[in-house]
């Protein structure tokens, strides 16, 4: 199965492109209405770029990844979490729900995402700004922790989970067997941190019944990187709180600035007043 997801080259390849475009419409002032979207577009996916750019510099062959994904899984059982065995094991014996959970990993990460920051700029532009911040601050922080590499429980011998989309020939890594670099990215989640991300975003800014279907996206997400072996419970819990930092985080950066913008007009109209009164 073709990897559905960009490389990080292609992605810097199509956000400069997305750029030049923006800046050339901006020198003509021309498309005022396009501009915009073309902006957006290109610093949403040079920071999807980056992610893939961090995961593919995790290290080939780096086993290390492999003895903190055990450590993971036996911290998991000793806290009593659900074994991501278990909920394998239920899904198994039915391959075309296994199908489809690979197809669902592969191909809806990335699709959703980027049909929910098209709809919340063209519909809701002013809450924009605010969620387009938090997901460039859950994504780098994502990014910080994905230096350490982790392999996913698949990789891990001896806990019993498969590599589903290995068995069925729909790997996003390719069929040869061992290491590549940005397997080695599980904790945590972006997948599950974006997609949590969209769910809660959409659900702040419409009160549309559509908007369970951003849930429900959440919880195939959650549902289908842990069926398909590809990520911990960890992984996920340690992004949605990653999240849960983020959202506080950027509504304090964005009233600090506010406040800086506010306190820097009022000296620059005070400095203004005496000038006017000398020139009267």
């Known amino acids: 199965m073709p990897n559905l997801m960009w490389t990080w080259q292609q992605a810097a390849v199509i956000g400069a492109v997305a ?26 996916i040079w920071l999807y770029g980056l992610w893939q750019l961090v995961g593919s510099l995790n290290g080939e ?27 394998q094991g239920w899904v198994l014996p039915h391959p075309l729900v296994v199908q489809a959970a690979n197809l669902y990993y592969a191909s809806m990460h990335f699709t959703v995402l980027i049909i929910f920051l098209v709809w919340l700029f063209a519909r809701h532009r ?4 605010r969620w387009r911040t938090v997901l460039a601050l859950l994504t780098a922080s994502c990014l910080l922790i994905q230096f350490l ?10 806990i019993g989970m498969a590599d589903t989309a290995m068995q069925y020939g729909q790997s996003v890594y390719g069929q040869i067997g061992g290491f590549q670099p940005d397997e080695l990215s599980a904790m945590p989640s972006v997948h599950v941190g974006w997609a949590v991300l969209v769910a ?15 849930v429900l996206h959440a919880a195939l997400t959650v549902f289908v990187v ?25 509504r304090s950066g964005r009233r600090l600035w506010q406040a800086a913008t506010r306190r820097k007009g ?15």
């Open 149 to 158: 590499p982790v392999a996913p429980p698949r990789m891990i011998p001896g």
């Open 61 to 87: 062959g780096d086993y290390r990844a492999v003895t903190r994904g055990r450590w993971i899984w036996d911290t998991e059982r000793s806290a009593h979490l659900p074994s991501e065995h278990t909920l």
């Open 19 to 44: 750029a030049a475009v923006f800046g050339v419409l901006r020198l003509r002032d021309v498309l005022p209405r396009v501009r915009p979207f073309l902006r957006e577009a290109a610093l949403i």
């Open 226 to 250: 842990v069926a398909t072996g590809n990520h911990f419970w960890s992984d996920g819990i340690v992004a949605c709180a990653l999240l849960l930092l983020a959202v506080p985080a950027e």
């Open 200 to 214: 809660v975003a959409v659900c702040a800014v419409t009160r549309s019944r559509w908007r369970y279907l951003a």
């Open 126 to 129: 002013a809450q924009y700004g």
């Open 266 to 280: 009022l000296a620059n109209s005070g400095s203004a007043t005496p000038s006017l009164v000398d020139a009267a």
